[in-house]
């Protein structure tokens, strides 16, 4: 889903560079009780190799005791054409309700 060089700027959180360490950040985020990752697309416009893409998030995060906290949000997201014709995210940044 990500260039190599990806940036995602999540919020409250230092930027996280290159595809390995934000595989590793989704990762922990679904290790550590964040379930059920929704987006909505609400606008995508494109120019050359680029796009933008806004959207609603919705996730669900275990508390102790098992109850439940539903959290949402807006995320932009810039893509980027590749040679093979795949788009992959270059820049993500999200903030919460």
Known sequence: MYTPDAV??????????GRTAI???WFEMLKNGFLKPTLEIVDLHQEGRLAYQTCRW???KLREGSSV???????LRIFE???DGRWLIKVQMSNTD
């Open 58 to 60: 919705t996730v669900l």
């Open 8 to 17: 995602i700027v999540p919020q409250g959180g230092e930027p996280i560079k």
């Open 81 to 83: 054409r590749q040679r």
């Open 69 to 75: 906290k539903h959290l949402s949000g807006n995320t």
């Open 23 to 25: 595989v590793q950040f």
